[in-house]
């Protein structure tokens, strides 16, 4: 008789590599060590187990330890299941036992964990054993079992069967419903089919069954097919233990517990994470959003807990950095069981905590590092507590603390105590290692130096959703021990199933505005204005076109269509990413006059942060409406935003599914919510978890790793959800294809840290330059730095020399922020303290220096004229249809080559960017391609130009563009600041002439230019200027030279360090 492919291909192979791992084996079919088939243990073998693991045990404890394995207890088989969990990891179950003469107390072990002894324990696989079933009898095809315990259930399929999992796993179900005791030890559930292989736990969903996949170093001789890597990984004895003993998670959601098992990527990284603490480092573990990070920790938690790793007890730190993200950590590790896990609720609570725990679990935010009292929050700006006429702000700048104390007088408030916060050390101890959550150089900054002085001796494990990135030279690798633990990348967790496609589609809003009517307007508000206040007028009216009335609506018409075709239809909702919490608000005002139009019947709910009413429009509008309500009951108005109190309730029922909301469950819980959409601006972006969030409607310039970690909340799966979809109004495809290719993993920590070496040097000649600029000082900045600083002060009272200052500083700043923490930057750490401490008390003495301001009628009148004045004529998709960002290479060759007006769109703002930047350092070059190009765009907008010559316009542009630097190197200019000057003199001398005049320039004045800080001394800047107008002054007249001799200065300055 013939077998079946599925007994021959996968089920015989299966059986043979389990017995070259250890395993013993007999043939179900034939042989049975039971007495009947309602048993489900093996009891001989489990007896045998229990003595020869406990050879201590005498004949009545041992009856009383099998009694004990073997009595289910619990109502259900999850809850059995996690009882008998119990008992197998060990020291749950002990026995009074007479121990030479005298009554013990004694753990019983039921499997022993020691690698040394791993064999004293009885692994056996058997095929086609039937067992007893409530509809008929059920015969799995492998059973793996441990001291006569079944732990593993396999079913096995043909490889040329077109929907092997499907099949496999709804026999694994059907087991589980009709042969439930079976299930009571059980701690895998497998389906192979020689080609594949998918794993997971009891109760558990099809979609939640993962493969395993293996790195290249990580393949083994001879485990060849997808079925051998499974079983091999996964039942190899001291795996199979691991995996038991410390990666089984019990945890509960909404209300109901749910066994979890490990992906492939979480037990690399935490064992990875494990042996590298061990040897005193620590790492970064970068898994991209939605691959279950928060349950990596969790794990790598337990093992640091763990007696037989040898941390000695240890106190982990869970640190993140926001409010939310600290209580959604907290509530996790407690939901998966992990004990003593206490949340820090301030700076003395911290400090309580880290003094006195030993072995326990704290969670806090990294703010509670730098608060300094019971008052502090976790605004990381400034916040103020007022009394009476006194005021105290605590006031962060480059992540230097100051409790500045101020009093009210003559209407305004005037500083009279400044007082640098200094941290002290928290703890000593060796055995402390801390876990940071989603750490980026943006959130952490010099803290990290802090902690290393607050926390001398821990070792410290960072784990992030986007990986290190080159361009702001984060400090990671150093901070965190110089390489990465792990990774896993976007491309590998879709491909694993374990978060969904993300596929990108990308929508403009056509604008029509009345130009000539729009400035004759804004000249009648505000001509009488100076030209700066002009000036920033115009800069804001163009951040406020993205608010018009009518490009909202139309935008807002486009998303309730695309939410009713593609999201809603399948149950699935939305978010909306806005520009600014009064983007926000507008959006949800578009909605609600469209649902009162008929237009749609959805939920949208605004969910922003509200601060303080005195110093918060947002806040000071939305009190004002809660009391006017509260006084006018029959007579209430709207209130646009989610009351900060219902914040938490809201985001979480969010995650609800749509349905009758009064329909709720016995316990009083919500089982539904028609919340269609949410709409955000930066709350929800970072560690939001809402797997039924399947659309980003994005109107946000969103960069690099915050654009990464706002995509990642629609990539989580869910029944059902084949993708999740990136909608964006904004037009952030180079941002997104820039985020992709920073992103992309090729970038190593060692990368990073060349780049810290190179800087030091840097570091080093920006603090000389900033203490020689103010070497005329008479005081010690060391001996008496209250007097420095006061003379400081009086020194830089003139506004050149105050430029100067700041502009030192700010290259100071610069290296900093790219060395620290590297322990190399700790001396620059007092004068860092310094001369920002310099910077803010000139701030407030030299009130003239502050940015003109824009008050809220200006700003109230900049938007009714851009509502006026600007209309939206609907919305243009630029795709024929979505596109897939997971491959960053094929996305960015699809989004520039979608269609001709993808390609003019993209060109217009490579352009508008390069230009721009351009007319910065090289102003004479680029400022006519800058008129040049807004004639052509106002061509094309009045159709007087079409598509084809208007790319041809723009080639052309681009090609004037690439020819400059080569142009500039023809004459022997290599430099942007010599290719800079060049191009004005140009503007001076014509083409033929301007040569020999750039090299008379730069021999005339390369002596200042080689003076260390020479854009920072006046009396070199005043020296090149005579130098400049006598070269000049042969060509135009004297004040013209001098004018011309400034604006070559500027260029300079510019092009200083290019």
């Given at each position: 008789?013939?077998?079946?492919?599925?007994?021959?291909?996968?089920?015989?192979?299966?059986?043979?590599?389990?017995?070259?791992?250890?395993?013993?084996?007999?043939?179900?079919?034939?042989?049975?060590?039971?007495?009947?088939?309602?048993?489900?243990?093996?009891?001989?073998?489990?007896?045998?187990?229990?003595?020869?693991?406990?050879?201590?045990?005498?004949?009545?404890?041992?009856?009383?330890?099998?009694?004990?394995?073997?009595?289910?207890?619990?109502?259900?088989?999850?809850?059995?299941?996690?009882?008998?969990?119990?008992?197998?990891?060990?020291?749950?179950?002990?026995?009074?036992?007479?121990?030479?003469?005298?009554?013990?107390?004694?753990?019983?072990?039921?499997?022993?964990?020691?690698?040394?002894?791993?064999?004293?324990?009885?692994?056996?696989?058997?095929?086609?054993?039937?067992?007893?079933?409530?509809?008929?009898?059920?015969?799995?095809?492998?059973?793996?079992?441990?001291?006569?315990?079944?732990?593993?259930?396999?079913?096995?399929?043909?490889?040329?069967?077109?929907?092997?999992?499907?099949?496999?796993?709804?026999?694994?179900?059907?087991?589980?419903?009709?042969?439930?005791?079976?299930?009571?030890?059980?701690?895998?559930?497998?389906?192979?089919?020689?080609?594949?292989?998918?794993?997971?736990?009891?109760?558990?969903?099809?979609?939640?069954?993962?493969?395993?996949?293996?790195?290249?170093?990580?393949?083994?001789?001879?485990?060849?097919?997808?079925?051998?890597?499974?079983?091999?990984?996964?039942?190899?004895?001291?795996?199979?233990?691991?995996?038991?003993?410390?990666?089984?998670?019990?945890?509960?959601?909404?209300?109901?517990?749910?066994?979890?098992l490990p992906r492939y990527q979480q037990i690399r990284a935490t064992n990875n994470t494990i042996e590298k603490l061990q040897g005193?480092?620590?790492?970064?573990?970068?898994?991209?959003?939605?691959?279950?990070?928060?349950?990596?920790?969790?794990?790598?938690?337990?093992?640091?807990?763990?007696?037989?790793?040898?941390?000695?007890?240890?106190?982990?730190?869970?640190?993140?950095?926001?409010?939310?993200?600290?209580?959604?950590?907290?509530?996790?590790?407690?939901?998966?069981?992990?004990?003593?896990?206490?949340?820090?609720?301030?700076?003395?609570?911290?400090?309580?905590?880290?003094?006195?725990?030993?072995?326990?679990?704290?969670?806090?935010?990294?703010?509670?590092?730098?608060?300094?009292?019971?008052?502090?929050?976790?605004?990381?700006?400034?916040?103020?507590?007022?009394?009476?006429?006194?005021?105290?702000?605590?006031?962060?700048?480059?992540?230097?603390?100051?409790?500045?104390?101020?009093?009210?007088?003559?209407?305004?408030?005037?500083?009279?105590?400044?007082?640098?916060?200094?941290?002290?050390?928290?703890?000593?101890?060796?055995?402390?290692?801390?876990?940071?959550?989603?750490?980026?150089?943006?959130?952490?900054?010099?803290?990290?130096?802090?902690?290393?002085?607050?926390?001398?001796?821990?070792?410290?494990?960072?784990?992030?959703?986007?990986?290190?990135?080159?361009?702001?030279?984060?400090?990671?690798?150093?901070?965190?021990?110089?390489?990465?633990?792990?990774?896993?990348?976007?491309?590998?967790?879709?491909?694993?199933?374990?978060?969904?496609?993300?596929?990108?589609?990308?929508?403009?809003?056509?604008?029509?505005?009345?130009?000539?009517?729009?400035?004759?307007?804004?000249?009648?508000?505000?001509?009488?204005?100076?030209?700066?206040?002009?000036?920033?007028?115009?800069?804001?009216?163009?951040?406020?076109?993205?608010?018009?009335?009518?490009?909202?609506?139309?935008?807002?018409?486009?998303?309730?269509?695309?939410?009713?075709?593609?999201?809603?239809?399948?149950?699935?909702?939305?978010?909306?990413?806005?520009?600014?919490?009064?983007?926000?608000?507008?959006?949800?005002?578009?909605?609600?006059?469209?649902?009162?139009?008929?237009?749609?019947?959805?939920?949208?709910?605004?969910?922003?942060?509200?601060?303080?009413?005195?110093?918060?429009?947002?806040?000071?509008?939305?009190?004002?409406?809660?009391?006017?309500?509260?006084?006018?009951?029959?007579?209430?108005?709207?209130?646009?935003?989610?009351?900060?109190?219902?914040?938490?309730?809201?985001?979480?029922?969010?995650?609800?599914?749509?349905?009758?909301?009064?329909?709720?469950?016995?316990?009083?819980?919500?089982?539904?919510?028609?919340?269609?959409?949410?709409?955000?601006?930066?709350?929800?972006?970072?560690?939001?978890?809402?797997?039924?969030?399947?659309?980003?409607?994005?109107?946000?310039?969103?960069?690099?790793?915050?654009?990464?970690?706002?995509?990642?909340?629609?990539?989580?799966?869910?029944?059902?959800?084949?993708?999740?979809?990136?909608?964006?109004?904004?037009?952030?495809?180079?941002?997104?294809?820039?985020?992709?290719?920073?992103?992309?993993?090729?970038?190593?920590?060692?990368?990073?840290?060349?780049?810290?070496?190179?800087?030091?040097?840097?570091?080093?000649?920006?603090?000389?330059?900033?203490?020689?600029?103010?070497?005329?000082?008479?005081?010690?900045?060391?001996?008496?730095?209250?007097?420095?600083?006061?003379?400081?002060?009086?020194?830089?009272?003139?506004?050149?020399?105050?430029?100067?200052?700041?502009?030192?500083?700010?290259?100071?700043?610069?290296?900093?922020?790219?060395?620290?923490?590297?322990?190399?930057?700790?001396?620059?750490?007092?004068?860092?303290?310094?001369?920002?401490?310099?910077?803010?008390?000139?701030?407030?003495?030299?009130?003239?220096?502050?940015?003109?301001?824009?008050?809220?009628?200006?700003?109230?009148?900049?938007?009714?004229?851009?509502?006026?004045?600007?209309?939206?004529?609907?919305?243009?998709?630029?795709?024929?249809?979505?596109?897939?960002?997971?491959?960053?290479?094929?996305?960015?060759?699809?989004?520039?080559?979608?269609?001709?007006?993808?390609?003019?769109?993209?060109?217009?703002?490579?352009?508008?960017?390069?230009?721009?930047?351009?007319?910065?350092?090289?102003?004479?070059?680029?400022?006519?391609?800058?008129?040049?190009?807004?004639?052509?765009?106002?061509?094309?907008?009045?159709?007087?130009?079409?598509?084809?010559?208007?790319?041809?316009?723009?080639?052309?542009?681009?090609?004037?563009?690439?020819?400059?630097?080569r142009e500039g190197a023809s004459k022997g200019f290599i430099t942007e600041q010599q290719v800079a000057v060049y191009n004005t003199?140009?503007?001076?001398?014509?083409?033929?002439?301007?040569?020999?005049?750039?090299?008379?320039?730069?021999?005339?004045?390369?002596?200042?230019?080689?003076?260390?800080?020479?854009?920072?001394?006046?009396?070199?800047?005043?020296?090149?200027?005579?130098?400049?107008?006598?070269?000049?002054?042969?060509?135009?007249?004297?004040?013209?030279?001098?004018?011309?001799?400034?604006?070559?200065?500027?260029?300079?300055?510019?092009?200083?360090?290019?």
């Amino acid at each position: 008789m013939s077998q079946s492919p599925e007994y021959t291909f996968s089920e015989v192979p299966a059986i043979e590599l389990f017995r070259k791992l250890g395993y013993q084996y007999w043939d179900g079919s034939g042989t049975d060590e039971r007495t009947g088939i309602t048993e489900i243990t093996l009891k001989d073998r489990l007896l045998q187990a229990i003595k020869r693991l406990n050879p201590w045990i005498d004949n009545n404890n041992l009856n009383k330890a099998y009694d004990k394995i073997t009595d289910a207890q619990g109502a259900s088989l999850i809850e059995i299941n996690q009882n008998f969990w119990e008992l197998l990891k060990g020291a749950a179950f002990s026995v009074k036992q007479v121990i030479r003469g005298k009554d013990e107390f004694i753990p019983v072990k039921y499997i022993e964990y020691d690698a040394e002894r791993i064999n004293d324990n009885d692994f056996l696989v058997v095929n086609q054993l039937k067992f007893h079933g409530t509809a008929r009898h059920s015969v799995p095809d492998l059973v793996v079992y441990v001291n006569g315990l079944p732990v593993g259930v396999i079913e096995c399929k043909s490889p040329t069967s077109h929907n092997a999992f499907e099949n496999a796993y709804s026999d694994l179900d059907f087991y589980q419903r009709n042969s439930e005791k079976l299930f009571y030890y059980n701690q895998i559930c497998a389906a192979i089919w020689e080609v594949g292989g998918r794993y997971g736990a009891i109760n558990s969903p099809a979609a939640f069954y993962s493969v395993y996949r293996l790195k290249p170093f990580e393949e083994v001789a001879g485990i060849i097919t997808e079925q051998d890597k499974l079983i091999y990984n996964l039942f190899q004895k001291e795996r199979l233990l691991d995996i038991i003993r410390h990666f089984v998670i019990f945890e509960v959601d909404e209300g109901k517990v749910i066994k979890k098992l490990p992906r492939y990527q979480q037990i690399r990284a935490t064992n990875n994470t494990i042996e590298k603490l061990q040897g005193g480092q620590g790492g970064v573990v970068w898994h991209t959003q939605g691959s279950g990070k928060s349950i990596t920790m969790a794990y790598v938690t337990r093992k640091l807990q763990a007696p037989e790793f040898g941390f000695d007890n240890p106190t982990v730190i869970v640190m993140t950095d926001r409010k939310d993200l600290d209580a959604q950590i907290t509530g996790t590790f407690r939901n998966v069981g992990l004990k003593n896990v206490r949340q820090a609720t301030s700076v003395r609570n911290l400090d309580r905590l880290l003094r006195n725990d030993y072995g326990g679990i704290i969670t806090t935010t990294i703010q509670k590092f730098q608060e300094v009292d019971k008052d502090a929050t976790d605004t990381p700006d400034q916040t103020e507590a007022e009394e009476e006429r006194l005021k105290v702000e605590k006031h962060i700048s480059n992540n230097v603390l100051f409790k500045i104390t101020k009093i009210a007088r003559d209407g305004r408030w005037e500083e009279i105590e400044r007082e640098e916060v200094k941290l002290e050390e928290l703890s000593d101890k060796k055995n402390l290692y801390v876990l940071v959550d989603e750490a980026h150089r943006s959130q952490y900054g010099f803290l990290a130096t802090f902690m290393r002085s607050v926390l001398p001796h821990a070792k410290f494990v960072a784990f992030t959703g986007t990986p290190i990135s080159k361009e702001d030279k984060s400090t990671l690798g150093e901070f965190y021990g110089g390489d990465y633990l792990d990774t896993y990348t976007i491309k590998e967790a879709v491909a694993d199933g374990a978060t969904v496609e993300l596929l990108y589609d990308e929508g403009i809003a056509k604008l029509d505005v009345k130009k000539d009517e729009l400035d004759a307007e804004f000249h009648e508000k505000f001509g009488h204005e100076s030209e700066k206040k002009q000036e920033l007028l115009k800069d804001k009216a163009l951040k406020t076109y993205q608010f018009s009335a009518s490009r909202i609506g139309e935008i807002s018409k486009h998303i309730i269509n695309h939410f009713q075709e593609k999201i809603y239809s399948n149950g699935n909702k939305a978010m909306l990413v806005c520009d600014g919490r009064f983007g926000a608000i507008r959006y949800k005002q578009a909605f609600e006059a469209l649902r009162a139009e008929g237009y749609h019947d959805f939920d949208a709910k605004v969910v922003v942060s509200i601060g303080s009413p005195k110093t918060d429009e947002v806040a000071e509008e939305y009190y004002k409406t809660v009391e006017w309500n509260k006084n006018h009951p029959h007579d209430t108005q709207p209130i646009w935003v989610v009351a900060p109190d219902d914040i938490k309730q809201v985001t979480e029922d969010y995650k609800l599914p749509f349905g009758d909301v009064t329909d709720i469950e016995k316990s009083g819980r919500k089982k539904f919510d028609n919340t269609a959409i949410l709409i955000v601006s930066d709350m929800l972006l970072t560690g939001y978890d809402a797997p039924i969030a399947s659309c980003l409607y994005l109107d946000k310039p969103l960069k690099e790793h915050n654009l990464l970690q706002a995509i990642a909340r629609v990539n989580r799966s869910r029944k059902g959800k084949a993708a999740g979809y990136i909608v964006d109004y904004f037009g952030i495809s180079a941002f997104l294809i820039q985020s992709l290719e920073i992103f992309s993993g090729d970038i190593r920590p060692n990368d990073i840290l060349k780049n810290i070496n190179e800087e030091y040097p840097k570091l080093e000649l920006n603090h000389n330059k900033l203490v020689d600029f103010f070497r005329p000082l008479k005081a010690d900045r060391h001996l008496d730095r209250n007097k420095y600083v006061d003379e400081a002060l009086r020194y830089i009272e003139p506004v050149d020399k105050r430029d100067n200052f700041k502009e030192l500083l700010k290259q100071f700043n610069k290296s900093v922020a790219i060395v620290l923490p590297d322990v190399k930057a700790i001396k620059f750490l007092d004068d860092f303290k310094l001369y920002n401490e310099i910077k803010l008390r000139a701030k407030n003495a030299y009130p003239d220096d502050e940015e003109l301001k824009i008050t809220k009628d200006e700003s109230q009148m900049l938007q009714t004229l851009i509502d006026t004045y600007l209309k939206s004529e609907g919305i243009e998709s630029l795709l024929n249809e979505p596109v897939s960002i997971i491959d960053k290479d094929k996305f960015k060759e699809e989004i520039l080559n979608a269609s001709p007006a993808t390609t003019e769109l993209k060109m217009r703002n490579n352009l508008i960017h390069v230009i721009k930047v351009g007319l910065e350092k090289n102003p004479d070059f680029y400022r006519p391609l800058a008129e040049r190009l807004e004639q052509l765009l106002k061509e094309r907008k009045e159709d007087r130009i079409t598509q084809i010559s208007l790319l041809k316009a723009f080639a052309d542009i681009q090609d004037v563009i690439a020819n400059e630097q080569r142009e500039g190197a023809s004459k022997g200019f290599i430099t942007e600041q010599q290719v800079a000057v060049y191009n004005t003199m140009k503007t001076i001398y014509g083409a033929e002439d301007a040569e020999a005049a750039t090299n008379a320039l730069f021999d005339n004045i390369t002596g200042e230019l080689e003076i260390i800080g020479w854009e920072a001394k006046g009396m070199v800047l005043h020296e090149m200027e005579k130098k400049i107008i006598s070269i000049l002054k042969d060509k135009i007249d004297r004040p013209a030279a001098k004018i011309k001799a400034k604006e070559l200065i500027e260029v300079l300055k510019r092009n200083k360090h290019a």
